[in-house]
């Protein structure tokens, strides 16, 4: 089946940190940026009970590298059955299956890659790309990869790799753009060279039946252009510049889901 651009706006699912604003590994390109917008575990109520239904689990990685969603298992199991609720778990880089989540995860969403070198100088750690992989795809709860393009100070590193590995377990991808961010070790880095960009996601487009550009886009002119140059090789879309109106409200994997079990495309592998 063919299917046009969708677009998406993810104001409809509420971030959610499990570890407020502050997390351990101060990596190089977030530095804790990223949660501090994000809501706490005790504002879900609240937020579910104005007739929010989508939320993103997430949060600081401790040391086992993951988020600590473990000790909040029965507060999330909760508030699921009582309002009705969608989660999709940004759960960190687990390196067994995370059998709690089946039944609870609607998805789960996580980074990957290919060059445990080029991880490590972004995170401070890195994990056997294929025990990642085993762990993720052993856990029963639909999962879609990102791979942030440029994440190493706005370089193409490891991403081709990455993604000739992911196509071999997956059929749908996101991919975000680095952002360089403010208070970080990489803030004075730029964003990638749009050419590069617009190379990964024709790649992308080659080799998954589902492609999204996802919400972390630098700003501006830049994101402008980005759209204009990758629209082609996307199926969906997060935050568009030139239409107003959403086909969808929430985070893209949940859109990514929706079409691989519709038979959009083929279910993940």
């Not at 964003?191 to 501006?220: H, N, T, W």
Request: aromatic letters at 10%; glycine letters at 6%; hydrophobic letters at 40%.
């Amino acid at each position: 089946m063919v299917i046009g651009l969708i677009f998406v706006d993810p104001s409809g699912t509420i971030p959610v940190s499990l570890t407020n604003h502050t997390c351990k590994m101060n990596c190089a390109h977030c530095g804790g940026h990223y949660l501090l917008h994000m809501k706490t575990l005790q504002e879900m109520e609240k937020f579910a009970q104005e007739g929010y239904k989508s939320f993103l689990i997430s949060g600081g990685l401790e040391k086992d590298l993951l988020v600590p969603f473990r000790e909040h298992l029965h507060t999330l199991w909760e508030l699921k059955r009582r309002y009705g609720l969608s989660y999709n778990f940004h759960v960190g880089f687990p390196l067994s299956p995370l059998r709690e989540l089946e039944g609870l995860a609607d998805v789960v969403s996580f980074d990957f890659f290919a060059d445990s070198k080029i991880m490590r100088e972004v995170y401070g750690f890195s994990v056997p790309p294929l025990q990642l992989l085993n762990a993720i795809v052993q856990t029963n709860v639909p999962a879609i990869p990102h791979v942030t393009v440029g994440i190493h100070e706005g370089r193409i590193t490891h991403e081709y790799d990455a993604l000739e590995t992911l196509s071999g377990f997956f059929n749908a991808v996101v991919l975000n753009v680095f952002v360089p961010t403010q208070n970080t070790r990489f803030s004075n880095a730029s964003p990638p060279d749009l050419s590069e960009v617009r190379k990964i996601f024709e790649y992308a487009s080659e080799k998954f039946d589902l492609v999204a550009l996802g919400c972390m886009q630098p700003r501006g002119e830049y994101r402008r252009l980005l759209q204009e140059s990758v629209r082609d090789f996307v199926r969906v879309m997060v935050k568009p510049v030139f239409r107003v109106q959403p086909d969808f409200k929430g985070c893209c994997s949940f859109t990514l889901v929706k079409l691989l079990k519709t038979g959009v495309a083929k279910d993940v592998r």
